[in-house]
Antibody, heavy 117, light 110 residues
């Protein structure tokens, strides 16, 4: 079964850091782009970042709202994609979802990030 | 950046009746490869989004055939032929021809 599972969320103070992980299974991970999408409390969806697969050079892409603060990376040996979040702000408070592929066909259950003092 | 606009934002429906959601993009979603990168997602309360449709009109595995989608260029629609109770939730369109943008979401309620 194809699935992705996020972890690493929690409560952090403004200016702090968190690293989210997304463990994938059931498909050839290195061949697929992986992305992160967030959902603000009671609101819609916002794309955060994506990283292409090994055949596309593992290129990285970021939304303007997180550029320079968040870093996406992947470890193909561990079938895991990461989102390093630095300089966190209250407005980064959201559920963070990991999604498989450039067309986001499979999503995880999400991990909650709360930025508050 | 491409802007995605959905209508309506709230959609009260009656069980067994049809429903339709529209989605506009601020520019064409046709890629240079010839495909059009527009997807539809459904999010039930308390759950993560699930993709229903990709490349305008292709249903994902397990999606009931009461769901259909169409469109081209900058205008797209998702239709439910007969609404069932499990269809409640929020529907989002998403473009991925140029990075990613989601529509605001349409809340379908019985």
């Amino acid at each position: 079964e194809v699935q992705v599972l996020e972890s690493g969320g929690g409560l952090v103070q403004p200016g702090g850091s968190l690293r989210l992980s997304c463990a994938a299974s059931g498909f050839t991970f290195s061949n697929y782009a992986m992305g992160w999408v967030r959902q603000f409390p009671g609101k819609g969806l916002e794309w955060v970042s994506s990283m292409s697969g090994i055949r596309s050079g593992e290129a990285t892409y970021y939304a303007d709202s997180v550029k320079g603060r968040f870093t996406i990376s992947r470890d193909n040996s561990r079938n895991t994609v990461y989102l390093q979040m630095d300089g966190l702000r209250a407005e980064d408070t959201a559920i963070y979802y990991c999604a498989k592929g450039s067309d986001m066909d499979i999503w995880g259950q999400g991990t909650t990030v709360t930025v508050s003092s | 950046d491409i802007v995605m606009t959905q209508s309506p934002l709230s959609l009260p429906v009656t069980l067994g009746q049809p429903a339709s959601i529209s989605c506009w993009s601020s520019r064409s979603l046709v890629h240079t490869d010839g495909d059009t990168y527009l997807s539809w997602f459904h999010q039930r309360p308390g759950q993560s989004p699930r993709r229903l449709i990709y490349k305008v009109s292709n249903r994902d595995s397990g999606v009931p055939d009461r769901f259909s989608a169409s469109g081209s260029g900058t205008y797209f629609t998702l239709k439910i032929s007969r609404v069932e109770a499990e269809d409640v939730g929020v529907y989002y369109c998403m473009q991925n021809v140029d990075l990613y943008t989601f529509g605001q979401g349409t809340k379908l309620e019985i």
